[in-house]
């Protein structure tokens, strides 16, 4: 059973960067794609940024590139999300997903989560 848990989340201000970090254990998490979602209070699940394991191909939500990049040392069970210039809009849980998707964009396609890591940016 893969577990997921991701840290780094607080509350900075509008402008900051934030590095969030999710460590993956208890199973072959190195051989599954890995994304990061977020969820904002009142709003659904949104993809953010996805790493997959075969080719190491990347993909990013539109809205969101330029200022967020996803990381995944090949060596570890981990993946990182760098991000940017943070906007009071970015406030959200973020959460790290792991599996096979159809769609990486596809919060559904993915079979494990985190608990997830609260991101508060003040204006």
């Known amino acids: 059973q893969v577990q997921l848990e991701e840290s780094g989340g607080r509350l900075v201000q509008a402008g900051s960067s934030l590095r969030l970090s999710c460590e993956a254990s208890g199973g072959t998490g190195r051989l599954y794609d890995m994304a990061w979602f977020r969820q904002a209070p009142g709003k659904e699940r949104e993809f953010v940024a996805a790493y997959a394991w075969t080719g190491g191909s990347i993909v990013y939500a539109d809205s969101l590139k330029g200022r967020f990049t996803i990381s995944r040392p090949h060596a570890q069970n981990a993946l990182y999300l760098q991000m940017h210039s943070l906007r009071p809009e970015d406030t959200a849980v973020y959460y790290c997903?792991?599996?096979?998707?159809?769609?990486?964009?596809?919060?559904?396609?993915?079979?494990?989560w985190g608990q997830g890591t609260q991101v508060t940016v003040s204006s």
């Open positions: 997903a792991l599996g096979q998707p159809a769609s990486m964009g596809k919060a559904r396609d993915y079979d494990y």
